[in-house]
T-cell receptor, first 113, second 112 residues
Framework: KAGVTQTPRYLIKTRGQQVTLSCSPISGHRSVSWYQQTPGQGLQFLFEYFSETQRNKGNFPGRFSGRQFSNSRSEMNVSTLELGDSALYLC????????????FGPGTRLTVL | GNSVTQMEGPVTLSEEAFLTINCTYTATGYPSLFWYVQYPGEGLQLLLKATKADDKGSNKGFEATYRKETTSFHLEKGSVQVSDSAVYFCAQSGGSNYKLTFGKGTLLTVNP
């Protein structure tokens, strides 16, 4: 069974631009979560989606948004990029029954210049 | 709120040495506890888990026991290998908040 896939793997953007990251969960997994990983703050929860509905959101500004499609694929969007948004963005998927056992993708490395 | 505290790294060991990485948590209720490992340039991999008090999670020679009385979930391995070099994260999840809360991570380097 294929794992969680994320595209693109690497992105370079400039301040003020916007970016969209994509995540395809493991087949059969309907819950998708997003995390931001930085050296200073570590791993921080962004949001979680199930059945196209956001069930929980972390403490991030409104510039960070996401959505989930009917096939469980998910995207996250960051508008008006800031230098501090440079990070590894990780997507994780899980089965409904064991939602807290999450399987992670390789991440998208975003660099904001 | 819920939080996880794990020992600061980096930890440097020689091959075949004994490993302990301490992890404690604060939570309302009884969370599930996890150890994840991250190899360079990769995402996180679930190493082991425990869902209730006194459960012992184990995988690839690593073990951790869910201790409710000390709110701890320390990671141990009896004999580390060079291939164990990675960053290890302790995490918790509980209730209906649908998220993992992670510790800061501990970098382990094992020298031959």
């Amino acid at each position: 069974k294929a794992g969680v896939t994320q595209t693109p793997r690497y992105l370079i953007k400039t301040r003020g631009q916007q970016v969209t990251l994509s995540c395809s969960p493991i087949s059969g997994h309907r819950s998708v979560s997003w995390y931001q990983q930085t050296p200073g703050q570590g791993l921080q929860f962004l949001f979680e989606y199930f059945s196209e509905t956001q069930r929980n959101k972390g403490n991030f500004p409104g510039r960070f948004s996401g959505r989930q499609f009917s096939n469980s694929r998910s995207e996250m969007n960051v508008s008006t990029l800031e230098l501090g948004d440079s990070a590894l963005y990780l997507c994780a998927s899980s089965l409904v029954q064991t939602y807290n056992e999450q399987f992670f993708g390789p991440g998208t490395r975003l660099t904001v210049l | 709120g819920n939080s996880v505290t794990q020992m600061e790294g980096p930890v440097t060991l020689s091959e075949e040495a004994f490993l302990t990485i301490n992890c404690t948590y604060t939570a309302t209720g009884y969370p599930s506890l996890f150890w994840y490992v991250q190899y360079p340039g990769e995402g996180l991999q679930l190493l082991l888990k425990a869902t209730k008090a006194d459960d012992k999670g184990s995988n690839k020679g690593f073990e951790a026991t869910y201790r409710k009385e000390t709110t701890s979930f320390h990671l141990e391995k009896g004999s580390v290998q060079v291939s164990d070099s990675a960053v290890y994260f302790c995490a918790q999840s509980g209730g209906s908040n649908y998220k993992l809360t992670f510790g800061k991570g501990t970098l382990l380097t094992v020298n031959p």
